[in-house]
């Protein structure tokens, strides 16, 4: 997703309980028109996307309400996280060291 895909930049782990995001008009997109009551698209560039509404904007903080209920979340490219193959999971395995095995209770008694 390209940026040209939403209006303002936020980062979204820092949503709060209430649904509120801050954000700065420096990371509005260019010709982005931010005012109390505009409706927006909120995204991050990795490809997550939300609806949200200027509720406040003091100077060059803006504060977003997000509609959570409507949050895109980017689809997972799993071409950037390839399986291991067996080969590669055996030489991983092969670096670790070996884990002894216990077969009988502390104390050297046998398990009733």
Known sequence: MSDDDYDVWVEFNDVNADGTVVTYLDAAQPGTAVAVGVTLTAGDGEGNRCPAVVIDVDGAR???QL???RFQSAPYD?????ALTPDEVRARLAGLPEVPV??????GRPAP
């Open 67 to 69: 509609d959570l209920e």
């Open 102 to 107: 216990i077969t009988e209770p502390p104390g």
């Open 78 to 82: 799993w071409a950037d996280d390839p």
């Open 62 to 64: 803006v504060v977003l």
